[in-house]
């Protein structure tokens, strides 16, 4: 395998990852966010007030995304196999 495909691999890898995580990673900003301003607001620094309500909306995201991120997970499994021949060499 050529220096050029290995680094294509592992592009294409990236951005699928990429593309698969973001939309966790942005839920998990923006509620970090709200909760953190709510917490600026009221003067409550609980820790607990802070994670508990991210973990609960990314488990709500995941659950919601899960048949997106497997489609996407799934197209890029076909397509490296598909087109398999050029890294055997």
């Known amino acids: 395998m050529s220096p ?3 680094v294509e ?3 294409r890898t990236l951005e699928t990852v990429l593309w698969i995580v973001a939309p966790l990673l942005l839920v998990a900003t923006v509620t ?3 909760i953190n301003i709510v917490q600026v607001l009221t003067s409550l620094q609980e820790s607990t007030l802070s994670t ?4 609960a909306a ?3 995201a995941i659950f919601f995304l899960l048949p997106y991120m497997v489609r996407r997970l799934a197209l890029f499994t076909v ?3 598909s087109d398999f021949h050029p ?3």
Not at 52 to 55: A, K, M, N, S, Y
Request: aromatic content about 10%; proline content about 5%; cysteine-free.
């Open 79 to 81: 397509t490296l196999f």
């Open 52 to 55: 508990v309500p991210r973990l």
């Open 32 to 34: 970090s966010l709200i």
């Open 87 to 89: 890294f055997l060499r």
């Open 9 to 11: 691999l592992a592009r």
């Open 58 to 60: 990314v488990a709500v």
């Open 4 to 6: 050029q495909q290995t």
